[in-house]
């Protein structure tokens, strides 16, 4: 509050006390004028939407309402809401077969042989 006292006693200071209430009265319609652009985007966008605009729940479209760890938290926990057990090195490695290197990736071909080549794509 004493935000607000102190900006309006710079306004008194700068603007002056004759042009204060003119300069009030332009700020009193602006503000008027924002909230019925407010509310005629409210009635514009119920009457483009319809029926669905009271089914939908403006709330849970609130970014503030939006917490990542919450929503990781959610989908890590299984249907029957007990939290999925957590994967063990051991039972990973047991279920892949451990990745070949780069250079044992290439195909096997014997030493001292040409390297393939491919009259078409050159």
């Known amino acids: 509050m004493e935000k ?7 306004a ?9 209430p003119g300069y009030s009265a332009k700020l009193g319609r602006l503000i008027r004028r924002l909230r019925e652009m407010a509310s ?9 939407l319809g029926p669905d605009y009271d089914d939908v729940d403006w709330k849970k479209l609130d ?10 938290r959610e989908a890590l926990v299984q249907s029957t809401g007990e939290p999925s057990p957590p994967a063990t090195l051991e039972s990973s490695m047991e279920a892949t077969p451990p990745a070949e290197p780069a250079s044992q990736q290439r195909s096997r071909r014997p030493l001292g042989s040409p390297a393939p080549f491919d009259h078409d794509v050159t």
């Open 4 to 10: 607000l006292f102190l900006i309006g006693l710079l």
């Open 63 to 72: 970014p503030r309402q939006y917490d990542p760890r919450r929503i990781i």
């Open 12 to 20: 008194l200071f700068l603007i002056g006390p004759d042009r204060l």
């Open 40 to 48: 005629g985007a409210k009635v514009r966008l119920r009457d483009e």
